[in-house]
C-alpha cells in the first residue's frame, strides 16, 4: 500500500516515504532513449502517489553535472532522492557530452517534447513541470527555463508544457566566457580538455556574443518562473562573484525568487548542506501558486 498525501497539504509537511514505500510507490523506467544519440536516454520515476498532491503535482525534470563533458544521471540520484521521498513524479535525464553546450542544452528542449509526445501512456503533469539540476545541468535547465518565454529563444516547447520553476544548484548563470577561460588555460590538461570541448567549433576562446546565448541571464525578465539558486562562496569552478549580476535581479523579485548562498561551501553541497538546501526547497515550491498569483 502506497503512503497516501492528502491533497490540502504542503509538501513541506509531507513525512518523508522509506525507500521501501518508494519502491511500492513508482513504476521506474530507466535508460528511455529520446534521441539517436547514446547520450540522449532518461528515466522515469512515475509516481502512484503523485495524483493525492493537488497543486503541488509537480513533474521534476533533473539533470545532472560534470561540466557539459562527463557524469551520468546514474551517479548524482542523491539530487531526485528528496523529490522521490515526497511521491513526486521525476525524470533523470542524461544529454549529450563532448559535443558542446550548445548541444547539451537542446537535448533539454528535445526530452520535454519527448515527454510530451508520449504522455498518454505515463501520466506526468507536464503543466506544472520543474526544471532541476546540478551544475551543468542546473546551467542548461537555467537556458531553457528562462528562455521559453524570449522572442528570440532557440529552444520551443510543445503546447502543454508549463515551466512552473527552476531550481539551480552550483549552476552558470553569467560569466560562461570567463570560466571558459578558466578551464582553457587550466595546468590539468582534462580540464583544459574540458574547456576546448565547451564550443567545440570555435577557435580558441569564445566571443562573447556566441557565449552570451548560453548564459541564463540573457534571457532573464520580470515574467520569468520562480527561480531557486543555491551557490558557494568556496566555488572553485564558477567564481561565485560571476553571481551577483544575477542574484541582484533575482532579489528584486523577492516574492518569488529565492537566493540561498552558503560563504563556506564548495562547488559541490555536502550531506548536511543538501538537508538544508531541501528543506527550503521545499517551501519553495509550497510558496509557488501564491508567488505567480
Excluded at 25 to 36: F, H, N, Q, S
Excluded at 97 to 112: F, N, R, Y
Amino acid at each position: 500500500m502506497t503512503n497516501q498525501c492528502p491533497s490540502s497539504g504542503k509538501l513541506s509537511s509531507i513525512p518523508d516515504k522509506s525507500i521501501e514505500q518508494i519502491e511500492v510507490t513508482y513504476r521506474v523506467i530507466k535508460d528511455i532513449a529520446y534521441g539517436l544519440d547514446n547520450d540522449q536516454t532518461m528515466d522515469m520515476y512515475i509516481s502512484a502517489d503523485a495524483k493525492n498532491l493537488g497543486g503541488e503535482n509537480f513533474t521534476v525534470v533533473f539533470l545532472h553535472g560534470g561540466a557539459f563533458y562527463l557524469s551520468d544521471k546514474s551517479l548524482e540520484e542523491k539530487y531526485i532522492q528528496p523529490y522521490l521521498s515526497k511521491g513526486m513524479h521525476v525524470v533523470n535525464v542524461n544529454y549529450r557530452l563532448k559535443q558542446g553546450i550548445p548541444k547539451a542544452t537542446e537535448d533539454l528542449a528535445i526530452a520535454l517534447n519527448f515527454l510530451e509526445a508520449t504522455n498518454a501512456k505515463n501520466t506526468l503533469n507536464l503543466s506544472n513541470v520543474i526544471l532541476a539540476g546540478f551544475s551543468a545541468g542546473a546551467h542548461i535547465a537555467s537556458t531553457v527555463g528562462l528562455s521559453v518565454n524570449h522572442p528570440e529563444s532557440p529552444y520551443k516547447l510543445n503546447e502543454g508544457i508549463r515551466i512552473s520553476a527552476i531550481i539551480n544548484f552550483s549552476g552558470l548563470v553569467d560569466g560562461l566566457d570567463v570560466v571558459e577561460r578558466r578551464f582553457m588555460d587550466h595546468a590539468d590538461r582534462q580540464m583544459q580538455e574540458i574547456g576546448n570541448a565547451l564550443f567545440p567549433l570555435s577557435q580558441g576562446y569564445t566571443p562573447k556574443e556566441i557565449a552570451a546565448k548560453y548564459e541564463p541571464i540573457t534571457y532573464f525578465d520580470q515574467d520569468d518562473p520562480p527561480y531557486f539558486l543555491w551557490y558557494g562562496g568556496k566555488d572553485d569552478q564558477i567564481p561565485p562573484s560571476i553571481f551577483d549580476r544575477f542574484v541582484e535581479l533575482l532579489q528584486e523579485h523577492k516574492n518569488k525568487n529565492v537566493v540561498m548562498y552558503s560563504p563556506e561551501s564548495s562547488h559541490f553541497p555536502n550531506a548536511a548542506e543538501r538537508k538544508d538546501i531541501y528543506l527550503r526547497i521545499f517551501n519553495f515550491l509550497d510558496t509557488l501558486e501564491q508567488a505567480t498569483s
